[in-house]
C-alpha cells in the first residue's frame, strides 16, 4: 500500500539564532545545492504547488522551513549551499545554521540531493562530510531524472553516488513527471515507521558527541 500525505502545512522557519518548533515526530530534513530541486520535491511529494517555495532564482531560501505531515512527521527544507554570487559572511551564516542544526541530535532521516546531470561538486562533497561526521542516516536522490532518457535515469542516479564516495545508490526522482515519487514515499514511510517504533524521541539520546565546535568540518560549503 502506498504511503500517502494526506495533510501538509507550513509549522515554521527558523534562522541561526531562533529556536527550532518542539520536537515530537521523527523529523526527516532535504539537503543538496541551491536550485537542485528540494522546494520541488518537497511539493510533488506533498502534491501542493507552493508549500515550499520554488523559484527560478538561486539562494532565495535562507531559512530553515518546518513543515507538518499527516501529524505523522516533520519535513524540514534547509537551505541550499554552492551559490557562487554569496559572500564570505553569507557562507560562514550558513555553516553556523547548518551545524547548529545538523549536531542538534532532531535529524531522523536526510534526503541529499543531487542533479542526476552532474557530477557531484566540492560543496557536495563537503556536505556528504557533515553527513558522515554527525552519522545522520540519509538516502541519496538524484534529481531532474526527466532531463535524461528514461533507460539512463537509474544507472545515472547510481554513478552520482559512486561520484560521491557512496555506496552506489540513489533514487532517480523527478518533480516534472513523478519519477521515482513511490520509491521516494516508500523509503519515507519505512523511516518514519521505524523512529515511531523507537519511541519517536530517541534521537534525542541516540545523536553523537559534539562539542558544537566542531572544528574540524570547516570550511563550510558555500551559503545559498
Ligand atoms: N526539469 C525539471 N526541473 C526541475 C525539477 N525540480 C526542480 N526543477 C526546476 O529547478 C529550479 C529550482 O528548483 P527548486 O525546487 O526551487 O530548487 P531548490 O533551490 O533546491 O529549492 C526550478 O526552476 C524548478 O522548476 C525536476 O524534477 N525536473
Ligand atoms: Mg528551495
Wanted: with cysteine; glycine share 8%.
Amino acid at each position: 500500500m502506498e504511503f500517502k500525505i494526506k495533510k501538509a502545512e507550513f509549522i515554521t522557519s527558523a534562522g541561526k539564532d531562533s529556536s527550532y518548533p518542539e520536537k515530537t515526530l521523527a523529523e526527516v530534513a532535504i539537503v543538496g545545492k541551491s536550485n537542485v530541486g528540494k522546494s520541488s520535491l518537497i511539493n510533488a511529494l506533498c502534491n501542493m504547488n507552493k508549500l515550499a517555495k520554488t523559484s527560478q532564482k538561486p539562494g532565495k531560501t535562507r531559512l530553515i522551513n518546518f513543515f507538518g505531515i499527516n501529524g505523522e512527521f516533520m519535513l524540514v527544507d534547509l537551505p541550499g549551499y554552492g551559490f557562487a554570487k554569496a559572500s564570505k559572511q553569507e557562507q560562514a551564516q550558513w555553516g553556523e545554521l547548518m551545524e547548529k542544526y545538523l549536531s542538534s541530535g532532531r535529524v531522523t532521516h536526510l534526503f541529499m540531493l543531487l542533479d542526476i546531470r552532474h557530477e557531484p561538486t566540492a560543496e557536495d562533497r563537503q556536505m556528504f562530510k557533515y553527513i558522515l561526521y554527525y552519522a545522520i542516516p540519509y538516502t541519496l536522490v538524484a534529481t531532474k531524472a526527466d532531463k535524461l532518457a528514461k533507460s539512463r535515469r537509474k544507472q545515472a542516479a547510481n554513478k552520482c553516488a559512486k561520484l560521491l564516495g557512496a555506496p552506489p545508490y540513489a533514487i532517480a526522482f523527478s518533480s516534472e513527471t513523478g519519477d521515482g515519487k513511490s520509491e521516494l514515499l516508500e523509503r519515507l514511510r519505512a523511516v518514519v515507521y521505524a523512529d515511531t517504533k523507537d519511541g519517536g524521541d530517541a534521537t534525542e539520546t541516540d545523536a553523537p558527541e559534539t562539542d558544537g565546535g566542531a572544528d574540524g568540518i570547516y570550511p563550510a560549503p558555500g551559503q545559498a
